[in-house]
């Protein structure tokens, strides 16, 4: 049973949130490195971008986290810590690299 602030860790939606933002993570922190590559002049010409849509994207990551610190904040909290990590390990940048493999347009 679910409550609120008190969902149970073996909760089917609380672990298909966690690997939802944990995509959604890696689909921003790819954007992100493909914008900053873009401003810093390092943007060649045959190098891939991505469709305007993909921004959208970047504001479930917020919204998953706010509705995981509802269902249990403790959760919360480690899958941050994850995504850290996972950031720092360059994990969540190939991930976003093969969820948007198909929507690069080289330019």
Same mark, same amino acid.
């Given at each position: ?5 008190n ?7 609380l672990i ?15 954007? !992100? ?20 849509w ?14 995981l ?5 403790k959760?919360?909290?480690i ?6 990590i996972?950031q720092?390990?360059? !994990?969540l940048e190939?991930?976003?690299?093969i ?9």
């Amino acid at each position: 049973m679910m409550s609120l602030f008190n969902t149970p860790f073996n909760s089917v939606i609380l672990i298909v949130l966690v690997i939802a933002y944990n995509i959604v993570a890696g689909i921003n922190n790819y954007d !992100v490195r493909l914008i900053r590559e873009k401003k810093d002049e390092f943007f060649l010409a045959n190098t891939k971008t991505l469709p305007k849509w993909i921004g959208y994207i970047r504001l479930l990551e917020p919204i998953i986290l706010v509705v995981l610190l509802f269902l249990n904040w403790k959760f919360a909290l480690i899958a941050y810590i994850i995504k850290a990590i996972l950031q720092a390990l360059l !994990v969540l940048e190939f991930i976003g690299y093969i969820m948007l493999y198909p929507f690069n347009i080289k330019r």
